[in-house]
């Protein structure tokens, strides 16, 4: 009886402490000072300071004001082991009318793709530091954390981070096939997207 009642008791305990979560769940995980330098995958904040997070719902509604969109998914790389002469030709899909660049979200980033970052966002938006820009990648990706964080730093007032990514927005809604933006394979940082 006494061994029923404290493996009960352990049982008890073990469900009161799995309810709060364990310490790296996304609740739980704080807001590096910097850009997160870490892996890309995993567990993200749920905040970013001086930025907006926003849902799929929050993302349809700010649709009508245009923001630029920004998809910082990494491109694929051609599998090792494919022959040279196999034809290998990958897509990427997206939330519609979004500017694919990939590995932008990336940290550390040398300054050189820092500032061409920055330089096609300020042309993405025509200068203007007010207009809403959107970044994202794929669920639990630092990399579009990064990229809002960055746009922070720089200035920019309307940044939005949709953490869900391109997953998220797929589940109701239709994706389109993107290329890697031009300016920013011109960088050289979007060139993977080509191999």
């Given at each position: 009886m006494r061994v029923i009642a404290r493996a009960t008791a352990l049982t008890a305990l073990g469900l009161l402490l799995g309810a709060a979560g364990p310490a790296d769940s996304p609740v739980n995980v704080p807001e590096p000072d910097g850009l997160y330098t870490?892996?890309?995958r995993g567990y993200t904040p749920a905040t970013l300071k001086g930025a907006t997070?926003?849902?799929?719902?929050?993302l349809e509604k700010l649709l009508p004001d245009k923001p630029v969109l920004i998809d910082v998914v990494l491109a694929d790389h051609r599998p090792a082991?494919?022959?040279?002469?196999?034809?290998?030709?990958?897509?990427?899909?997206?939330i519609p009318g979004a500017v694919w660049m990939p590995g932008a979200g990336a940290a550390p980033l040398a300054p050189e793709k820092e500032e061409a970052f920055l330089r096609r966002v300020a042309e993405l938006t025509g200068g203007d530091r007010a207009k809403p820009i959107v970044t994202f990648c794929r669920p639990e990706c630092w990399g579009s954390w990064n990229a809002g964080k960055r746009l922070v730093a720089a200035g920019y007032s309307r940044v939005h981070w949709f953490p869900l990514g391109v997953e998220g927005w797929q589940?109701?809604?239709?994706?389109?096939?993107?290329?890697?933006?031009?300016?920013?394979?011109?960088s050289g940082e979007g060139r993977a997207a080509e191999r």
């Open positions: 870490g892996p890309p997070v926003i849902d799929r719902e929050g082991g494919l022959p040279a002469d196999r034809p290998w030709l990958p897509t990427h899909r997206s589940d109701d809604h239709d994706t389109a096939v993107v290329k890697p933006d031009r300016a920013w394979a011109e």
